[in-house]
């Protein structure tokens, strides 16, 4: 009875948010509703009568279902709990404990900024379908005054680790640095050169593609009116008059999907920014659509570096971190920066994890493995090209040259590492992936060994983090190490328990 009376003093979202919910469904129906007017020109009266009718009714129901959507939903935040009462046609009521909420993002799309509005999402770090409580079309004062509330109370900021948090003091203690201070900003530079060094030109192809397809799926609801292939072949003929034009036309495509990959990069991370306390990591990016959220450091499960071919070459990794209890596993913590630089800043935000440069390379064995097993595959994969289509075995010469390359270059760019609680092991061949973890972040630990890696003292080692994320599941496994070191890796990895129920001791 007393949740009834207080959810009776609760707040609605913003009106505007009943205007920008009508313009998403519409979005969405606008080209049903275009393709269907011109479809219904050649039918009978009777069958235009109703589906003008069916658009009306749907029309009044999508407004009244926005309408009740928005009255019925009302949001409280108590001294315990967030009561959130929701519901169109059939309502309901929701309370989450505060002590459930591991942290806030804040999203405020362009349309947002324009009225001063913002949204919040608190999340609890559950994966049921509504465990987290989001506030789209708040005010920004109302949400500082949510964030300010919760922060009051101290349920935000659960309490981390013992020794990281007197890792990260006496590290703020000793640079005489403010407890949340800015560690990385993106430059105008790092973006023009993650612009340049990211392959942009098959992005840009595939953009024009499906602009393209998309005004060809229009023209053919307008015929008559234009034409989009005539343009296309008027502009193709021009730039086949002469080497001269097809030259300049082939430097202005490059031009331009240059500056479609600078324009990407510079909407998505201008202003990104990363700042840090002992206890949590807070980043913010965007232009138009700006996000700011936190990550607690005790919830980073992992840490990954990422080098794409290009930038290798330069010396340019992306770094994420892997966290449980999110919605999205990874996060992006440096889009792109030089690798010596990150190395640098990432004990500073996380302590917890340290990365070693020194790290040891796979057997020579390992090589003559991969290139066996490759080999197997490219050679069918031959024999079925040659035998069908025996005028393209320029093709397959091209492709078992490609993957021959790889492996080698696989065999030669794996390495791993083990030292007291962290493990490390870098994969890859043209891009590579360093993975980072500590012991007692890892779910599970497994040795496999094939016939092939057995005959030569070898073995496949694989882990399993608390992550759902498919993404990791190569990154989570190093192919073709020494036998005698998986056997290390598993004698380190059963000693797990024993050290955390003595931290726990200490504690």
């Not at 490059?254 to 990104?272: I, P, Q």
């Not at 061949?429 to 016939?451: A, D, M, N, P, Y």
Request: aromatic content about 14%; charged content about 20%.
């Amino acid at each position: 009875m007393g949740r009834d009376k207080t959810i009776n003093h609760a707040r609605r979202l913003h009106p505007l948010w009943i205007v920008f919910s009508m313009g998403k469904y519409f979005k969405e129906l606008a080209f049903f509703v275009i393709a269907f007017a011109v479809y219904i020109n050649s039918k009978s009266t009777l069958f235009k009568e109703i589906v003008v009718i069916g658009i009306i009714v749907s029309l009044i129901y999508i407004l009244l279902s926005v309408l009740l959507e928005w009255f019925h939903f009302k949001y409280l935040i108590t001294e315990k709990e967030i009561c959130i009462h929701e519901g169109r046609f059939i309502q309901e009521k929701r309370y989450i404990p505060l002590e459930r909420i591991q942290g806030i993002s804040q999203d405020t799309p362009f349309f947002h900024r324009l009225f001063k509005l913002t949204s919040l999402l608190l999340d609890t770090g559950s994966t049921e379908k509504k465990a987290s409580a989001k506030l789209e079309m708040i005010t920004y004062n109302e949400a500082e005054r949510i964030q300010k509330q919760l922060s009051d109370i101290d349920l935000i900021n659960k309490e981390e680790n013992k020794l990281n948090q007197k890792k990260s003091i006496e590290k703020v203690k000793n640079k005489g640095q403010s407890p949340k201070n800015q560690q990385y900003k993106v430059t105008s530079k790092e973006i023009f050169i993650s612009a340049v060094t990211s392959l942009s030109l098959f992005v840009f192809a595939s953009f024009l593609y499906a602009c393209y397809s998309h005004l060809k799926d229009y023209a053919s609801y307008l015929k008559g009116f234009f034409s989009v292939d005539s343009y296309i072949n008027t502009v193709y003929s021009f730039f086949q008059q002469s080497w001269l034009l097809t030259s300049l036309g082939i430097i202005a495509f490059f031009l331009l999907s240059m500056l479609f990959g600078w324009v990407e990069a510079y909407v998505k991370y201008k202003n990104f920014e990363v700042t840090s306390d002992h206890k949590r990591i807070y980043i913010k990016k965007g232009l138009f659509d700006k996000t700011k959220f936190s990550i607690p450091k005790d919830k980073v499960e992992a840490i990954i570096l990422n080098a794409k071919f290009l930038k290798k070459l330069l010396g340019i990794v992306e770094v994420k971190i892997v966290c449980t209890g999110d919605e999205d596993d990874q996060h992006t913590l440096f889009p792109f920066i030089n690798k010596k630089r990150a190395l640098q800043l990432i004990p500073d935000i996380l302590p917890s994890f340290t990365i070693m440069s020194d790290m040891t390379n796979l057997p020579r064995s390992a090589i003559f493995i991969k290139l066996v097993r490759s080999s197997l595959i490219c050679i069918v994969g031959a024999v079925i090209m040659l035998y069908f289509w025996p005028k393209l075995w320029y093709i397959a010469l091209a492709l078992g040259t490609l993957v021959t390359i790889s492996q080698i270059l696989s065999g030669l760019f794996s390495c791993y590492m083990l030292k007291d609680s962290f493990i490390q092991y870098q994969t890859g061949s043209f891009s590579t992936r360093l993975f980072v973890t500590t012991q007692i972040k890892i779910e599970e630990l497994k040795i496999t060994q094939s016939i092939l890696q057995r005959n030569f003292g070898l073995a496949t080692l694989k882990i399993s983090t608390r992550t759902k994320s498919f993404d990791l599941f190569d990154a989570l496994e190093i192919s073709d190490i020494p036998m005698d070191m998986a056997d290390r890796y598993y004698q380190w990895y059963a000693t797990r328990n024993i050290l955390h129920r003595s931290d726990k001791n200490i504690g």
